[in-house]
């Protein structure tokens, strides 16, 4: 889950600076499932630039969410939208290590199928 600081400045240009700081660490983290969450929508500045933060991640196709943390406004949506993308990402690999295992399985009898 990415949370960004939606008073900030630029706070497009920093969901972006994590993204390329996981990427230098880790090039495997980048392609994780994960949730982007603009918070501070309480205050006016991070309301202003709910629209073009948005924007410039949906061209990316990216649905962002937004939330006032103080205020708990969009919280419960964010719980859900992550608790799907986990639900999803297990069933994924459920899936993933079926089919690794029955190979294996497959070989390890001497009969490719």
């Not at 660490?25 to 949730?35: A, E, G, H």
């Not at 608790?83 to 690794?100: C, D, F, N």
Request: proline share 5%.
């Amino acid at each position: 889950m990415h949370v960004v600081d939606g008073s900030s400045q630029q706070p497009e240009y920093e969901f972006e600076a994590v993204r390329l700081e996981l990427e230098l660490f880790s090039p495997s983290l980048v392609d994780k499932p994960y949730v982007v969450v603009f918070n501070k929508m309480d205050l006016p500045e991070a309301s202003e630039r709910w629209s073009t933060f948005r924007e410039k991640l949906q061209s990316e196709g990216i649905e962002p969410f937004c939330i006032s943390a103080i205020n708990r406004q969009g919280t419960q949506d964010v719980i859900h939208a992550a608790y799907k993308l986990l639900q999803k990402e297990r069933q994924r690999m459920k899936e993933t290590e079926g089919a690794y295992l029955s190979s294996q399985f497959s070989y390890s009898c001497g009969q490719p199928q």
